[in-house]
Every structure is written in structure tokens, then in C-alpha cells.
């Protein structure tokens, strides 16, 4: 299953979750998230690009958010309990 990264569309109405983007596993053919499922406030999805494994994307993105590690780490486990 792809990965996708969403984050938050309206940062200042954004919790910490999508502020900062998160990952989700979805089939191909769901939907594309439209809300975060957390907070409920628009989200937009992160192109990726395709064939990227789970930890080079999560390194890319943590590389591209420098300085939200810590963040990142709490989010990322929060959204593994999901699955
Ligand atoms: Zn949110």
C-alpha cells in the first residue's frame, strides 16, 4: 500500500498532528483524506514521489522538517497505535 503524507491546509487551525504533516497507508483506490482524522480541519496531500520504502520517505520528510524531530517521533508512534 502507498504512503501518503497530509498536512494541514489552514496551519493556524491545524492540532499538532497535521501541523507538522503525518503519514497514512491507504489502498490505492480510498479516497484521499480531505480532513485530518484527528482534528477535523482541512488537510492537503504531500506528493510523494512512488516506490519510496516507509523509512526513506519518513527520513526525507524529517530532513525536510528539521527541527520538528521530536514532534515527528510523538506523532509517528501515536499514528502507528492506529494500525
Ligand atoms: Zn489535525
Redesign the pocket.
Given at each position: 500500500m502507498p504512503l501518503y503524507v497530509y498536512e494541514?491546509r489552514e496551519k493556524d487551525r491545524?492540532?499538532a498532528?497535521?501541523r507538522d504533516g503525518f503519514e497514512i497507508m491507504q489502498r490505492l483506490d480510498e479516497a484521499r483524506l480531505d480532513h485530518?482524522p484527528?482534528?477535523r480541519?482541512p488537510v492537503i496531500r504531500v506528493i510523494q514521489a512512488p516506490g519510496l520504502t516507509h523509512s526513506k520517505t519518513d527520513l526525507h520528510y524529517r530532513a525536510k522538517r528539521a527541527g520538528f524531530h521530536t514532534l515527528k517521533k510523538v506523532q509517528k508512534g501515536e499514528y502507528e497505535k492506529l494500525y
Amino acid at each position: 500500500m502507498p504512503l501518503y503524507v497530509y498536512e494541514a491546509r489552514e496551519k493556524d487551525r491545524s492540532c499538532a498532528k497535521c501541523r507538522d504533516g503525518f503519514e497514512i497507508m491507504q489502498r490505492l483506490d480510498e479516497a484521499r483524506l480531505d480532513h485530518c482524522p484527528y482534528c477535523r480541519s482541512p488537510v492537503i496531500r504531500v506528493i510523494q514521489a512512488p516506490g519510496l520504502t516507509h523509512s526513506k520517505t519518513d527520513l526525507h520528510y524529517r530532513a525536510k522538517r528539521a527541527g520538528f524531530h521530536t514532534l515527528k517521533k510523538v506523532q509517528k508512534g501515536e499514528y502507528e497505535k492506529l494500525y
